[in-house]
């Protein structure tokens, strides 16, 4: 537990910071509410939230950068709740990052070595992309590594933000030319807490901050280091498309009817029943959409080694939870089947099978089977 307090140094609270900057009193409870959800707190702790704003200070972050295309710092910065304007101005001090912060050369270097002395054990690292072997990185004489584990000592809480960060990715795919590390293998006696994606929602990070602030404490972690208030479900389970799975309605081509109606992505690739993470239900930019809605399959950005599991429009053959490779034509009349035997069928699936009726998809129709996917 840790306290940003400091009152010699006289700073503004978070809440200070806020009404500051011209929001209500009104304003700033809504937005607390609002991240109360978010984090998955029953709306009782949204006190607690409230109290913390008022209380604390800014939290100072390093962010540091290695390989990587960027795409993380700009999820982050898309954050709608918080915004990341709010996030940005008024919860964290971005003291140290490579394209966000507006001093450059030896102006950073030394806010970044000031914030690691000035707020020992309470500064958040983020790194975003993954770790070099030595001969691939140097600045300013030290290696990447050398630079990790400089600002891992003293952080109150380190984030491996992105699945370059969490697993290697992109540049770690076979034969990883430059020895591309996870972040956790640089460091390996540090808690690091993981947020892949290629990038990861924008929101999972500003929970992860706000919770921070809020209890001083990590979020709860799932066994693979992962926010489980973000990452305990698959895409499957909350796809907008989930219907037509049950109902054995598949996308046969990018470019047929099925596509065009909205069907299923499973047969073109979808890795949303192997994949954890919240894109079904936080969505993207602002909760408009994700790649599934938008007619892109789920390739998986948040498992490990999806850059080598290709191809990526390729069906998969395996799903987990089944003792032989499922064959997706089956699937529709599996449910016929646990229907008739008098599963309660929801109100969806009842007009999706009037759609399957004149579907002109021929399948042999089974009975009697269960699945669990
Ligand atoms: Fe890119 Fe981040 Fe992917 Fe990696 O995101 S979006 S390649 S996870 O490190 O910048
Ligand atoms: Fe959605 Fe993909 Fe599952 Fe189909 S296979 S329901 S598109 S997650
Ligand atoms: Fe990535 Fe799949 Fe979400 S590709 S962005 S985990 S829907």
Not at 173 to 200: E, Y
Not at 207 to 218: Q, R, S
Not at 281 to 290: D, E, V
Request: charged share 20%.
């Amino acid at each position: 537990m840790f306290t940003l307090l400091d009152r010699e140094k006289k700073k503004k609270t978070i809440y200070q910071e806020m009404t500051g900057s011209g929001m209500s009193r009104r304003q700033f409870l809504k937005l607390c509410a609002t991240i109360a959800a978010v984090l998955g707190l029953d709306f009782s702790q949204t006190d607690r939230v409230v109290q913390a704003m008022e209380r604390e200070e800014k939290l100072p972050f390093i962010w540091l950068h290695y390989q990587d295309c960027t795409g993380c710092s700009e999820s982050f910065i898309r954050s709608s709740h918080p915004t990341a304007g709010d996030l940005l101005l008024n919860y964290i001090s971005l003291n140290y990052h490579e394209n966000l912060t507006a001093a450059a050369g030896e102006a950073t270097e030394r806010a970044k070595k000031e914030t690691m002395e000035k707020y020992k054990g309470k500064y958040i690292l983020a790194v975003e992309g993954s770790i070099p072997r030595d001969e691939f990185f140097i600045a300013g004489g030290r290696t990447a590594a050398e630079q990790v584990r400089e600002a891992a000592a003293n952080a109150g809480a380190i984030v491996a933000i992105g699945s370059c960060a969490t697993h290697g990715g992109i540049a770690a795919a076979h034969p990883n030319p430059t020895g591309a590390m996870r972040l956790q293998d640089v460091i390996p006696d540090k808690t690091v807490i993981q947020v892949p994606g290629c990038p990861p929602i924008s929101e999972v990070m500003a929970g992860v901050v706000v919770h921070y602030i809020t209890f001083g404490t990590l979020p709860e972690l799932d066994h693979r280091g992962r926010p489980k208030a973000f990452y305990s479900q698959r895409i499957h389970d909350t796809c907008n498309r989930r219907a037509y799975f049950d109902a054995g309605l598949f996308v046969e081509s990018f470019d047929d009817e099925n596509a065009k109606n909205g069907y299923c992505l499973y047969k073109v690739g979808c890795k949303g029943p192997t994949t954890y993470n919240s894109c079904a239900q936080l969505r993207w930019n602002g909760g408009i959409s994700f790649p599934i809605q938008s007619g892109n399959p789920c390739i998986g950005c948040s498992e490990e080694n999806f850059w080598d599991n290709g191809p990526f429009f390729t069906r998969q053959a395996h799903l987990p939870g089944l003792s032989k490779p499922l064959n997706p034509d089956q699937v529709g009349a599996i449910a016929v089947g646990a229907a008739v035997a008098g599963v309660a069928v929801h109100a969806t699936a009842t007009a999706i099978s009037k759609k399957r009726t004149n579907n002109t998809v021929d399948r042999e129709e089974k009975k009697g089977e269960n699945m669990h996917v």
